[in-house]
């Protein structure tokens, strides 16, 4: 797997062109980088920010608490997803300054509208796939981190979404992110 910056992928991503100059088909998906990754062993535990970490169907995130499968049960909160974007404005929204690592999501994706429907496909890098399960709904402990959190990550799906892994494998910071069809 090639290992580039976020700034390096943002780049390429944004110019929406290959290799060879040209433009990319649109059958290619949309794209986007991978600007964060986060990961907590147990409920309220300190968010552990990491370059790299393996994704795997049994257990989402490894030494994340929230992803692994119960017996039985259909996953869907294996993974939590949120745009850049969104917590810049959230943050803008209230004159904060708070680390996105805050909002407790596993993954920040830059450059890239997250699908906001149930059944979306979303790749990273070469080999992880993940699919939307729901939007991710603030909870209550946002309004711990700043007053109004909550309710400024409430609209339009700016807390983010959750998913289930379908395909695991090693994501790390800088990789392309891509919405399939």
Known sequence: MTSVTPAEAGA???ADVTEDDEPA???????????????????RAPME???????????????????AVKPGRQPKRQVSLMERGDWDAAMAELGADHHWSM???????????????AGAIVR???????????????????????????????PDWRCGALARVISG???????????EE
Request: glycine share 12%; aromatic share 2%.
């Open 124 to 154: 990273i890098g070469d080999a992880v796939v993940l699919e939307i399960m729901m939007e991710c709904d603030p909870c209550s402990r946002m309004e711990e981190i700043e007053p109004g959190l909550k309710a400024a990550l409430t």
């Open 169 to 179: 494998g090693d994501i790390r910071v800088g990789d392309i992110i891509r919405v």
């Open 49 to 67: 920010v990491l370059d790299h970490v393996h994704v795997s169907v049994e257990s989402g995130l490894a030494g994340d608490f929230r992803g």
């Open 12 to 14: 390429a991503v944004l």
């Open 25 to 43: 088909p649109a059958s290619a998906g949309v794209t986007g980088v991978l600007a964060g990754i986060a990961r907590h062993a147990f409920p």
């Open 103 to 117: 909002r407790r999501a596993n993954l920040l994706v830059e450059g890239l509208d997250l699908p906001q429907a």
